[in-house]
Nanobody, 126 residues
Framework: QVQLVESGGGLVQAGGSLRLSCAAS????????MAWFRQAPGKEREFVAA????????YYADSLKGRFTISRDNTKNTLYLQSNSLKPEDTGVYYC???????????????????WGQGTQVTVSS
């Protein structure tokens, strides 16, 4: 089992950037593929990006390609999401998730991810 704690959210103006982090503890971090999801008020949880165990393979929601970058540092047991050119519609709670399938990571359904953090709020003002 793995425990996940997100950080790095906050209030940012449109066009700005944020770097979210997700610290993992528990069993071997490299046993998991990892992902970011987000949820806007009144909307369903939405897939953002995913990464395999090594960090060499990534997968993005089509609408977010080019603005968001997922990465991981296995020496620090940490997942990252670099978010650039932020828009008001990017506002929401951002969650990291883990899946005990190290290379089967291009999975967009939230129900297919086993472990979740508590989320970090991102608010983009216009």
């Amino acid at each position: 089992q793995v425990q996940l704690v997100e950080s790095g959210g906050g209030l940012v103006q449109a066009g700005g950037s944020l770097r979210l982090s997700c610290a993992a503890s528990g069993r071997d971090f490299m046993s998991y593929s990892m992902a970011w999801f987000r949820q806007a008020p009144g909307k369903e949880r939405e897939f953002v990006a995913a990464i395999n165990w090594s960090g060499r393979s990534t997968y993005y929601a089509d609408s977010l390609k080019g603005r968001f970058t997922i990465s991981r540092d296995n020496t620090k047991n940490t997942l990252y999401l670099q978010s650039n050119s932020l828009k008001p519609e990017d506002t929401g709670v951002y969650y990291c998730a883990a899946r005990s399938s190290p290379d089967n990571f291009a999975v967009t359904g939230s129900r297919d991810w086993q472990y979740w953090g508590q989320g970090t709020q991102v608010t983009v003002s216009s």
